[in-house]
């Protein structure tokens, strides 16, 4: 007889594991073959909504620059404070019933409401008039403050208000590779915008005088003749650097421009404003750039630096304790890996101005502090002035120092030199004359004697003295 149990296992148990097994592999079927169905449908909705996305118009705008992308507005906010320039200088053919005038053009930048345009020194060289025009076509008469040869800058005068203006940026914080704009009238082409990337800084090219302070910050925005003293600005619009000069071999632009660092170009600006003439601050040493042999001698390793060749007895550096073959590294802790870099770090300092310098001698880094000179080897604020007033005439001027007018028990105007078949040589009067008044007017600095100059006309007679030789020495010229 068979038993209960004994049929279960026959028949029940295999039955029941058999419709076990089948229901597991039906929903392990469904749960492969349907939802997978579905989540792929889902993906190609997703890729095309996706792809939609990506090729409409209005995505297609947001990716087609890289950033920064928004040159319009910093355009836009900048081209109005950019000027035409045209510089009027006297035909030398001119006869007595004919006057005759050569031009020369170029660009400015109006740095302040009140008309203060900067400009590059050899827009306005030698200029008899200069004439100003704005974006807007207003056009003004414009007179020189002061300009600096041996960094290439001029600052000029309108008499206007409430003009849109262009503000300094840190030079310092341009990066190679970073964008920039150049706006300018090459080619008498009124409020151009060019646009490039920084190729290099502190780029040297000996194109001023043995003195000048080269230190350009390289571009391959498009610059031609007429944008020399345009503004070269960021995507943000901030005045980085004074377009001034083209590298060419065909007097046109061949792929690199050359624009004035603005942290430079603010001092020299502020100095001419506020002094009448840059005071410049030395150290007294002749320095060149190191090579690969000067820094095996020293055992670096890095070929960076300036190489200290010379150092002057008693000036700045001496004093300092810097000695012949130390290696300039920094100045104030900006790195100053070639000779332009170190001068243009110097050269934003003034006569008086402490000054931290890094090098390294025998191997081993040191710092110390320099107290910065001026040419007279004084720490007075003193400079040579070549007012076109004074060049015109024929010589040129600077304050008696400290030190000068104690000795002297006297202020006045020293004669630095005087040109040669001059008003003033004419005059008899020799360098080293110190001027205390004209037309019975006291002068006490050089600037007193320019501005009288500037603003009188006619017979002008001059006293004075010479320090080695006793009594008074009057002096007359026309000042036409």
């Given at each position: 007889m068979i038993t209960l149990l004994h049929y279960m296992k026959k028949y029940i148990f295999p039955i029941v594991i058999s419709s076990l097994l089948s229901a597991i592999f039906a929903v392990a079927l469904f749960a492969y073959l349907i939802p997978r169905e579905i989540i792929i449908e889902e993906e190609k909705i997703a890729q095309q909504v996706k792809n939609d996305i990506l090729?409409?118009?209005?995505?297609?705008?947001?990716?087609?620059?890289?950033?920064?992308?928004?040159?319009?507005?910093?355009?836009?906010?900048?081209?109005?404070?950019?000027?035409?320039?045209?510089?009027?200088?006297?035909?030398?053919?001119?006869?007595?019933?004919?006057?005759?005038?050569?031009?020369?053009?170029?660009?400015?930048?109006?740095i302040s409401a009140d008309g203060y345009i900067v400009t590059n020194q050899h827009v306005i060289k030698d200029a008899e008039a200069i004439e100003v025009m704005l974006n807007n076509n207003q056009e003004y008469e414009a007179k020189v403050i002061g300009e600096d040869p041996t960094t290439d800058l001029a600052l000029l005068k309108i008499e206007a208000t409430d003009l849109n203006y262009l503000v300094f940026g840190n030079s310092d914080s341009l990066q190679i590779g970073e964008w920039v704009m150049a706006i300018g009238n090459p080619f008498r082409l009124q409020s151009t915008v060019t646009a490039g990337i920084v190729s290099a800084k502190a780029r040297g090219i000996n194109i001023l005088s043995q003195q000048g302070i080269e230190s350009f910050i390289q571009t391959d925005a498009a610059v031609n003749p007429g944008n020399s003293g345009g503004a070269l600005i960021n995507t943000r619009g901030d005045l980085l650097g004074i377009n001034s000069a083209i590298m060419s071999n065909s007097g046109k632009y061949e792929g690199y421009s050359f624009a004035i660092p603005s942290n430079l170009a603010k001092k020299?600006?502020?100095?001419?404003?506020?002094?009448?003439?840059?005071?410049?601050?030395?150290?007294?040493?002749?320095?060149?750039?190191?090579?690969?042999?000067?820094?095996?001698?020293?055992?670096?390793?890095?070929?960076?630096?300036?190489?200290?060749?010379?150092?002057s007895k008693d000036g700045a550096a001496k004093e300092a304790g810097l000695q012949r073959k130390d290696l300039l590294t920094h100045v104030n802790g900006m790195k100053t890996s070639s000779v332009p870099e170190f001068m243009e770090q110097v050269?934003?300092?003034?006569?008086?101005?402490?000054?931290?310098?890094?090098?390294?001698?025998?191997?081993?880094?040191?710092?110390?502090?320099?107290?910065?000179?001026?040419?007279?080897?004084?720490?007075?604020?003193?400079?040579?002035?070549?007012?076109?007033?004074?060049?015109?005439?024929?010589?040129?001027?600077?304050?008696?120092?400290?030190?000068?007018?104690?000795?002297?028990?006297?202020?006045?105007?020293?004669?630095?030199?005087?040109?040669?078949?001059?008003?003033?040589?004419?005059?008899?009067?020799?360098?080293?004359?110190?001027?205390?008044?004209i037309n019975n007017q006291e002068i006490r600095t050089s600037k007193d004697l320019v501005t009288f100059l500037t603003e009188n006309k006619g017979t002008m007679y001059v006293e004075g003295f010479y320090e080695k030789y006793p009594g008074e020495y009057p002096y007359s010229f026309l000042n036409n």
């Open positions: 090729y409409s118009e209005r995505m297609n705008s947001s990716f087609t620059a890289a950033a920064p992308d928004d040159f319009i507005k910093a355009a836009n906010n900048s081209v109005s404070a950019v000027v035409f320039i045209n510089s009027l200088t006297n035909k030398k053919q001119e006869n007595k019933f004919t006057r005759r005038f050569n031009s020369s053009t170029g660009s400015g930048v109006i020299i600006v502020y100095d001419i404003k506020e002094y009448g003439a840059v005071q410049r601050g030395w150290l007294g040493i002749t320095i060149i750039n190191i090579n690969a042999s000067i820094a095996k001698d020293l055992g670096v390793t890095e070929v960076e630096g300036v190489f200290l060749e010379l150092v050269a934003r300092y003034r006569p008086g101005d402490d000054i931290i310098i890094s090098y390294t001698r025998n191997g081993k880094k040191r710092t110390t502090s320099a107290t910065l000179r001026n040419q007279l080897n004084t720490t007075d604020y003193i400079a040579v002035r070549k007012d076109k007033i004074l060049t015109d005439l024929g010589f040129e001027l600077r304050d008696l120092d400290q030190k000068e007018s104690k000795r002297l028990n006297s202020l006045g105007a020293y004669v630095v030199s005087i040109y040669s078949n001059s008003t003033i040589e004419k005059t008899n009067m020799e360098p080293g004359y110190i001027i205390t008044s």
